[in-house]
């Protein structure tokens, strides 16, 4: 198995390598060494991508998509993903539970416009830093805002929404 994590952030060039190894010919062409791998038969390709991350700039085009099958995946419910958050950063129910409602609320405002919203890294980070004995706003600032975006509307729409959870 071949796993290749974000191949949405590869050059063109280099996803187009891939081409002949996703379809039936299942083969990788390395021109520099004028050599032909052929993939055996239990061979997997499995490659994983956020679809319409930055507004399309950087989405895989049709033709490398086809050559695939989709799994779509969400957030885990919002308990599930306190559990995650509590036993990756060995923090408080308390604390997950505020940071995840702080990051289920973020991801529906789309007014905010964000390229990317806040992930569950982003809430382990911020967990992890509250546990260290950082203040909570302060944490969710440096691990949460800051990271999301530099726009000075929008820091201080999520520096909002910060202070209503904490």
Do not use: W
């Not at 996803?15 to 050599?35: N, S």
């Not at 319409?52 to 308990?79: E, N």
């Not at 405002?109 to 203040?135: K, N």
């Amino acid at each position: 198995m071949l796993y290749l994590d974000e191949v949405a952030e590869a050059r063109e060039d280099v996803i187009v390598v891939l081409h002949p190894l996703a379809d039936h010919r299942r083969e990788l062409l390395i021109d520099r060494r004028d050599e032909r791998l052929v993939a055996p038969a239990g061979f997997q390709l499995v490659v994983s991508f956020n679809p319409g991350y930055r507004k399309g700039l950087k989405d895989l085009k049709p033709s490398t998509r086809q050559r695939f099958v989709g799994i779509a995946m969400d957030y885990p419910p919002a308990a599930v993903e306190e559990e995650v958050v509590r036993v990756e950063a060995g923090c408080e129910n308390g604390a997950a539970k505020r940071l995840v409602a702080l990051a289920r609320k973020v991801r529906t405002l789309d007014e905010l416009a964000l390229p990317e919203t806040v992930s569950t890294r982003l809430l382990v980070a911020a967990a992890r830093l509250i546990r260290s004995g950082l203040p909570a706003r302060t944490a969710c600032d440096v691990a949460v805002v800051q990271p999301l975006t530099d726009d000075p509307d929008t820091v201080r729409a999520l520096r909002d929404l910060v202070s209503l959870a904490f």
